[in-house]
């Protein structure tokens, strides 16, 4: 089946570097992608977002890049900060004509060492 | 504004006992939600789409009769862990699409609850 996968499980970034975390996909049919940020015992907190018909898009200290050539995903964190110690996941979302559920990917630990 | 809350945070409950979640649209109404387990260090995976006076879509796997689900109106839907079993421990956690919304982020999680079952 259709699948969202990462290919970092896990990441140890000095803080105040920046941070680059990688999303494979599969389904060539999304047509949205997030990320999210969950932290210990919490639910998933939206980061930034990005549709198919655009390559990048920036937030505050966050980049996200689409590259649909190689169905590949990817999130910059700039200056990482202590508090970005979290697990991040990606998700797709199916185009038009499907269920349009949101498939999340295995989820990346960031760890940021002081 | 888009704040989902669950109920209750966590819960530890006894072998073959059943157990209501309550996922809650607060400020907004929500047609469609979506439960989701995530066992420790794993991702989240979709267990059933719930659709407002409908029956719930369940993924594949997902047992309907253990894991009950009801929509009764836009802003609450309840997950029901019937007979419960120790393998039923997870995180678990529900989505509200914003029917409203008109723009690509039209899905809010809520904060979880812990289930653990002795």
């Known amino acids: 089946g259709e699948s969202v996968g990462l290919h970092l499980p896990t990441l140890s970034v000095q803080e105040g570097d920046n941070s680059i975390i990688n999303c494979a996909y599969s389904n060539s049919a999304s047509d949205y992608f997030i990320w999210y940020k969950q932290e210990s015992g919490k639910g998933p907190q939206f980061i930034i977002d990005i549709r198919s018909n655009m390559d990048k898009r920036q937030g505050q200290r966050v980049t996200v890049l689409l590259n649909k050539t190689v169905k590949h995903l990817s999130l910059q964190i700039a200056a990482t900060q202590p508090g970005d110690s979290a697990v991040y996941f990606c998700?797709?979302?199916?185009?038009?004509?499907?269920?349009?559920?949101?498939?999340f990917g295995s989820g990346t630990q960031l760890t940021v060492l002081p | 504004g888009a704040v989902v809350s669950q109920h209750p945070s966590r819960v530890i409950c006894k072998s073959g006992t059943s157990v209501k979640i309550e996922c809650r649209s607060l400020d907004f109404q929500a047609t469609t939600m979506f439960w989701y387990r995530q066992f420790p260090k794993q991702s989240l995976m979709l267990m059933a789409t719930?659709?407002?006076?409908?029956?719930?879509?369940?993924e594949q796997g997902v047992e309907k009769d253990k894991f009950l689900i009801n929509h009764a109106s836009l802003t609450l839907s309840t997950l029901t862990v019937t007979s419960a079993h120790p393998e039923d421990s997870s995180f678990y956690i529900c989505?509200?699409?914003?029917?409203?919304?008109?723009?690509?982020?039209?899905?809010?999680f809520g904060p979880g609850t812990r289930l653990t079952v002795l």
């Open positions: 719930s659709n407002e006076g409908s029956k719930a879509t369940y």
């Open positions: 989505s509200a699409r914003d029917h409203l919304i008109s723009s690509y982020n039209e899905q809010f």
């Open positions: 998700a797709e979302r199916g185009g038009a004509g499907s269920a349009r559920q949101l498939t």
